[in-house]
């Protein structure tokens, strides 16, 4: 179809405005839609705290007007750009791009969000000439806020992907020029970047839309045997000469598994304490995310093994051991894993645990859940499920282990499984793997990642179904948009016929290899094979026996490349030693962790410049917070150079930080108080062009560049900084030492929680957490001016879509904010002037010392992670033993005193078995 249109800017007329000064605007009719165009100004009382600056939106009376695109204009709005001031200059017009049907005077609000209100009569297109012209400006304008969209979102762009093909596909219009971004997003599926796959990154969720939305993905239906798998070379992994210990609990562990062993409760629930604080996220340690998971409790409530309180007390004394496993770790879709206990009381152990899921039955009847007894292997098992796999929990036993999980295949393997001859603890790597990192460490948690399981992720199974269940969430995405988008133009409960009919939908929506579909289930969109989003059948449970021609090329892609540049899976492991510090609530984590066998061919370009392991090391200069070294191999020579790149603490100027433009920019790398320095002098610094070209150093080693830079060569150092003072300073200092350990890379970094850099660190911080918040709050506000969901379901609605929570990285609440037309999304951390922002890094980190060496077969990261943990004291009561209690623990018959939990026990420091 195509659109009448007009050139706008051509023409310009005159309408009625009711409160508001006159505007500049134009509308011309045509079939099905007509395009219209309209500049407003703003007004002094429409900008708060500038972020607050971007909440447009447009109404029409009798909801005419659809799929709107807003422009702020800016006087000298280039320059303001260029250095940094366009987000603190409020605009001084906006002007709207929109469709609207129907040839009847338009009744107009634009919200600024100050309403302002107009009466625009359509015109019909004067001439065929003006088409393309008036085409090309509203789609262009279209893509333009799409793209800057993308600059601030902290989620999958799946709607913005939506629209654009829905839109290229039912007017007629040809997409827009790819950026270089998305020319590398279309190739998110090639065998180079498998790896996005097998994360569901963003941008392999994006692509698959676009792929899905142009008719481009696999269709066609499964008559061809499966692929088979990738012939993958042999790990080189001889046994250790002598017997190494390995525990019991390793050899209960299917080889293809992952193994995260906790040595006794009391660490597990260490760790699950920590996962809780951050909403199921470690990620959240870092960064102040804009998007709540819960993954945790997710987990904990698909096994039915949520904990109590009571478990922290008296865990210890049940459990002998206990470990997470799985064949993959997709809990955001739905994973294969579980949770695997030894038992020091097996009856105490197997009652608290088949109470706990009668509990979890009683809870969850009205989801239908369902507790019954089946047989695996000839041997009966406990499944606890509901039809769409939010619980899906299999209990098994063999002898003292019991084993919770998500999977029926861990189950039967973990049933049939030969301890001394195919477990994970018999393998030779396995023993390796604890010939490096001993059971007499004690480890706090001990993490393994064999081959076997690396190479399950890129089995013909993995591969073809993680394509699949994209394919599943992306259709169930595409029909709750195209619902949304079809009534918000008028049509009323469409089928999925009629969507695909009028363009919602594409040509190709249901039609999938497997034969599954979108079905719904008590009002919610679910997979008729996977369950709900979220929730899907794990991977190791989906039988891939058939395949279609497109799916066998795929995944004939993957060999080749594997064969050629990537045939062998190095295995990974880990130790976390935890221990105290002081009596203040700070602790040490010792990590060792190893990728051994390591092959250095594979990594190319990274192994290639890489120096060998020195005990030579850059000193830290006085006053460094921070000091990240290395050492580089040179050109042609068999010169060695030792670069470092050191943070001074000292105060750092952050006003107007967050405000970004090129200039701005360049302003915060000159306050910043760093350097970088180089050793021998020449070195990688004297071959940068634009330092190099400049005259030769004066009598005290000084040369002053462009742009505010220094340079000073001291004593066989190279040294660069945008601060003569720092430069003054620091070079004397500049010297080489031994270090105890070699390394090829060091990193320090001190306790900044409360240091001259505080402000520095928190600045940078805020402004990520500030995009993160806007960004969202603009989403929501798209999802009512886009899909036409009511302003205050918006949030509701975008959550429902990418199946996770937004929370304001700001640590505010999202809520709307005026009335009617002028309704719109903001955070209530926004204008905050007494907003006191602590990064989430700031309230836990304490200092860091790591250090990287590659060779001899492996890479090895040893660090020191100081952390400080407040540690709550909540009452308990004593009734029973309800270690993973869903529910309240049963009352005691007697009124019992509240019993103070006692400190929680840490390790002491090591003292053997570690050599950091």
């Given amino acids: 179809m195509r659109m009448w249109i007009a050139l706008l800017g051509i023409s310009v007329m005159s309408l009625t405005a009711a409160g508001a000064d006159a505007a500049e605007a134009i509308a011309v009719s045509g079939q099905p839609f007509g395009v219209g165009q309209i500049t407003v100004s703003f007004q002094k009382s429409d900008f708060g705290d500038p972020i607050d600056s971007n909440g447009f939106s447009i109404h029409e009376t009798d909801n005419r007007i659809f ?55 359509p015109t019909p297109p004067s001439h065929e000439s003006m088409l393309t012209a008036m085409e090309t400006l509203w ?40 950026s270089q971004n998305d020319l590398n997003d279309r190739d998110a599926f090639s065998p180079e970047q498998s790896v996005f796959v097998l994360l569901n990154s963003d941008k392999v969720r994006a692509a698959e839309m676009r792929s899905v939305m142009l008719d481009e993905s696999i269709t066609d239906p499964a008559d061809l045997p499966s692929p088979r798998p990738i012939n993958w070379s042999d790990i080189i992994a001889p046994r250790p000469a002598a017997d190494v210990p390995i525990e019991p609990l390793a050899k209960a562990v299917p080889p293809d598994c992952f193994y995260i062993r906790f040595g006794k409760l009391s660490n597990y629930l260490w760790f699950n304490k920590l996962m809780e604080e951050n909403g199921g996220d ?26 109590s309180e009571l478990s922290e007390l008296f865990g210890d004394s049940v459990v002998a ?77 063999r002898g003292d282990f019991h084993l919770v999980t998500t999977s029926l295949t861990i189950a039967e393997r973990f049933i049939t499984l030969n301890a001394d001859a195919d477990s994970l603890g018999a393998t030779a790597e396995f023993q390796q793997a604890r010939a490096y990192l001993p059971l007499k460490r004690e480890d706090t948690i001990f993490c393994y990642m064999s081959s076997q399981f690396f190479q399950g992720l890129y089995s013909p199974q993995y591969r073809v179904e993680l394509r699949r269940r994209l394919r599943a969430t992306t259709e169930i995405e595409l029909l709750k948009m195209a619902r949304a988008a079809a009534m918000n133009e008028g049509f009323v409960k469409l089928s999925e016929e009629e969507l695909i009919e009028r363009g919602f939908l594409p040509t190709s929506f249901g039609r999938r290899s497997d034969g599954s579909r979108v079905v719904e289930v008590d009002g919610a969109l679910q997979d008729s094979l996977r369950g709900a989003p979220g929730n899907f059948l794990p991977i190791a449970d989906v039988q891939v026996t058939k395949v279609n021609v497109a799916e066998a090329r795929d995944f004939e892609r993957v060999r080749e490349f594997h064969v050629s540049h990537w045939s062998q899976m190095d295995p990974l492991m880990a130790g976390i030693y935890r221990f105290k510090l002081d009596d203040k609530g700070t602790e040490r984590l010792t990590i060792d962790a190893r990728m051994t066998p390591f092959v250095e061919e594979k990594y190319g370009m990274l192994t290639d410049r890489l120096g060998p392991p020195l005990t030579r090391q850059i000193a830290p200069a006085a ?41 701005n920019t360049l302003r915060m790398m000159q306050a910043t108080p760093g350097y970088l320095t180089a050793w021998p002098k020449p070195g990688l610094l004297d071959k940068i062009p634009v330092i190099g070209a400049f005259a030769a150093p004066d009598q005290y080693g000084y040369s002053k560049f462009p742009l505010g830079l220094w340079r ?5 150092f190279s040294t660069l900084s945008f601060h003569f ?133 492996q890479v090895v990261l040893n660090a020191e992670l100081d952390m400080w943990r407040e540690k709550p004291e909540p009452s308990l009561k004593l009734p029973t033993f309800n270690f993973f209690g869903l529910g309240a623990a049963p009352k005691a018959k007697e009124e019992k005193k509240p019993v103070k939990k006692p400190a929680e026990e840490v390790a002491p420091p090591p003292t053997e078995g570690r050599d950091f």
């Fill in 67 to 121: 799929y709107p695109a807003f422009e702020k204009q800016r006087v000298l709005g280039f320059l303001q750009a260029l250095t940094g001031i366009n987000n603190v200059t409020p605009p001084q017009r906006l002007t709207v791009y929109f469709l609207f049907t129907g040839t009847e005077p338009l009744d107009i609000t634009v919200a600024t969000p100050t309403p302002q209100k107009f009466r625009l009569t």
């Fill in 139 to 178: 789609w262009r304008k279209y893509h333009e806020n799409l793209r800057e969209q993308k600059d601030w979102a902290n989620y999958p762009m799946v709607m913005e992907t939506y629209m654009t093909a829905m839109l290229s596909r039912r007017l007629g219009l040809p997409a827009p020029p790819l």
């Fill in 282 to 307: 470690l990620g959240m340690m870092i960064a102040n995310r804009g998007v709540k998971l819960e993954l945790n409790e997710v987990v904990q409530k698909q096994l039915a093994l949520k904990q």
């Fill in 321 to 397: 051991d206990v470990a997470m496993i799985g064949r993959d770790a997709y809990t955001r879709e739905g994973a294969a894993f579980g949770l695997i206990f030894q038992a020091k009381s097996n009856d105490l152990l197997a009652n608290d645990i088949n109470t706990n899921r009668r509990d979890s039955l009683k809870l969850n009847k009205k989801l239908g859940a369902k507790l019954e007894t089946i047989t695996i292997a000839g041997q009966e098992i406990s499944a606890l499920t509901t039809p769409d796999n939010k619980i899906r929990s299999f209990y098994a036993r």
């Fill in 623 to 663: 006053r460094d917070v921070a000091m990240l070294q290395f050492v580089l191999k040179g050109d042609s020579d068999n010169q060695l150079y030792h670069y470092a790149l050191g943070l001074q603490d000292v105060p750092f100027p952050i006003d107007n930080y967050a405000n970004g433009g090129l200039l």
């Fill in 712 to 716: 000073r060569e001291y004593n066989g």
């Fill in 725 to 857: 003072d720092i430069l003054r300073n620091v070079t004397p200092q500049l010297a080489l030492t031994e270090d105890e350990h070699p390394a090829q890379a060091r990193i320090r970094i001190g306790d900044i929680s409360d240091a001259d850099v505080t402000p520095l660190a928190n600045a940078m911080a805020q402004s990520w957490a500030k995009r993160g918040s806007l960004g969202s709050a603009r989403l929501f506000n798209a999802v009512s001016a886009q899909l036409g969901v009511p302003e205050e379901k918006a949030k509701d609605f975008a959550e429902d879509l990418l199946a996770l929570q937004f929370v304001c990285p700001l640590e505010g609440t999202y809520e709307t904010t005026g009335e009617g037309a002028g309704a719109r999304w903001r955070s209530t951390a926004w204008g905050d002037d007494q907003l006191e922002f602590e990064a989430n890094f700031l309230k836990w980190f304490r200092g860091l010392n790591a250090r990287v060496n590659m060779g001899d077969g």
